[in-house]
């Protein structure tokens, strides 16, 4: 799936991760919906938890209110520890999906 065929994403947050370098779902399934997110933040964007829970909501098909209730604490824990470490999160370090 495109990233313009995305189900509540806006054309901002489409902006935001075309920016980062993702095209299609299958680069956010790749990285996770933690790394996803800090990849976008990596590349200069300024994107809201409400975003977080956007892309989680998206990999694991469920909106992201239900994200947001359930799933807060957790995605927040992780996020921690992703951005603690420096990783160089970013969509270059992954393969390309389309090319598997």
Known sequence: MKL???PNFGPKSQDMLEKA???CVKQLQALGSVRSFVAVKRAGCKPSLN???AIEGLLSNRSWRDVARDDRLSLLM???VVESRGD???IDNYPDPSQA
């Open 4 to 6: 313009r065929d995305m």
């Open 21 to 23: 370098g993702f095209d």
């Open 51 to 53: 975003f977080l829970w």
């Open 78 to 80: 992780q996020l921690e």
């Open 88 to 90: 160089g999160t970013s």
